[in-house]
Structures are given as C-alpha cells and as structure tokens.
C-alpha cells in the first residue's frame, strides 16, 4: 500500500501543478482585461436611469455580458450625439446602442446584435405628405433627433431635413404641433411615447428600415485587448440576449 501510494505521488503533483497553472491562467485574464467605460443615452425601453439603477433591454444584456467575462463596467448616461464624441476623443471605450453607419466603423468595431430596431416614418393621418406619396421626399418636412444614425441617412437621401431635436419627446411633439410632417423614429421607442400620448390615435406609421442595434467599442480600446477579446464579448453578449434576439446573429 505504501509503495502504490508514493508511485502515485508524481502523477498527483502534476495533476495538481497543472490544475494550478490552469487557474492562475484564467486569473491573470480576468485581471488583464481594462475596466471597460461605455457611452449611453436615457432612450426607454433601451437604456433608463430609472431609480438610480441603469436597465433596459440594451443595458441589461451589457451588464449580463460584462458579468459573464468577467470586466468591470462604468456606464455614462449623456445626450447621444455626446456619447458618441466621448467614444471618439477616448473619454469612454464605447457606444451603444447604435445602429451600423460607415462614419462610425471609421473609428470603432461593432458588436453582434443586442437589441431589435425598426426605423419607422410617423405622421399624421391629417397632413397632406404621407411616406407612400410620390412627393414625399422632396416636399415634407422630415427630422429625426440629434445624433441619430437616422438623421445621416435623411440628409445622404435628399430629404427635406429639418433641424433636430435632442430627444425623441420633442421630436413627437413637433410632430403633433405640425412643425414637422414626418418624423423617422426607433418604432419601440416611439411607439412607447404614443401610449401614453392622449392623440395617439391621430398617428400612422410606415416601415422604412430594419435597422438592430449593437454595441460600438473604439478600435483604441480594443487594441489594448487580446486578440480574442472581440470573440469573447460577442459570445458572452449572445449568451445573454433573448433566443430571438440571439437567433438573428446566426
């Protein structure tokens, strides 16, 4: 028995300094990977510092993903148009949630899809210029809010864009008040304000562009990153979205 016992011993102590080689491993991964500082936006039901704590459908699966890496996570809430500077002169690692554009990939890398997006035209069912018209685009006046990937897109397109609001409650009320006969929207987002808006029903909307949303990290950021990081912050951001969500990446 003491024989068997001390032949044993060198395969134990390799198992075991291997085991231990494996953790320290892991544990100077975790300890490597930067804090990361993301830009948001108050945009319900996306992202809202409601009651002191950040949630939403975009912030919850952030916070899951970051949990899961594990990486320590700092959220900023600024107006969007803001958030984005932030990303581009190093004051945050990031964005989100933001749909794809050319000027953004110039200077950050976008993540799997996190949340769904539909660019929707709202108007009202009395003015004259409606999406479908065969004038729309030259005569109505069209905006979205600042900073929006959408109010690129109106201008690249020839619409008659006007100067945009900073949030999307202004935007609907210009709408309503008739300063503007159309506006280009994220439909859960104002789809929500019109609930609660006692003229909803005075409202119509026309599909205009799939459009998911993503996390933006700054090719900065990243480059101080293992090579792999952008596989493992994809692959923690899938694992907690929802399955239909987490269908759409496939």
Not at 46 to 71: E, F, H, I, M, W
Not at 227 to 249: E, I, K, V, Y
Request: charged content about 15%; aromatic content about 8%.
């Amino acid at each position: 028995m003491t024989h068997a016992t001390h032949r044993s011993t060198p395969w134990l102590a390799s198992w075991m300094a291997a085991l231990a080689l494996a953790c320290a491993a892991d544990a100077v991964r975790a300890a490597s990977l930067a804090p990361l500082k993301l830009s948001t936006h108050e945009l319900p039901p996306y992202s809202t510092q409601g009651r002191g704590r950040p949630s939403g459908l975009a912030v919850d699966v952030v916070v899951c993903a970051a949990k899961r890496l594990p990486l320590g996570l700092e959220l900023e809430f600024v107006p969007w148009a803001r958030a984005q500077k932030h990303a581009q002169e190093g004051q945050s690692d990031g964005f989100f949630a933001a749909s794809q554009s050319a000027e953004r990939d110039a200077y950050a890398t976008r993540s799997v899809t996190i949340a769904p997006q539909e660019w929707r035209w709202y108007a009202l069912r009395s003015r004259p210029w409606q999406p479908s018209h065969p004038e729309f685009k030259a005569q109505a006046r069209v905006s979205s809010f600042l900073g929006a990937n959408m109010q690129t897109w109106l201008k690249e397109q020839g619409y008659r864009v006007q100067s945009p609001p900073t949030q999307s409650t202004a935007l609907l009320n210009m709408l309503m008040a008739g300063r503007l006969d159309a506006i280009l929207a994220n439909h859960l987002v104002m789809d929500q304000l019109l609930a609660a808006h006692p003229r909803k029903g005075e409202v119509v909307s026309h599909l205009a562009l799939d459009k998911p949303l993503s996390v933006y990290l700054t090719h900065r950021y990243l480059g101080q990153q293992s090579p792999d990081f952008m596989d493992r912050f994809n692959a923690a951001l899938t694992a907690c979205m929802g399955p239909t969500t987490a269908a759409s990446n496939r």
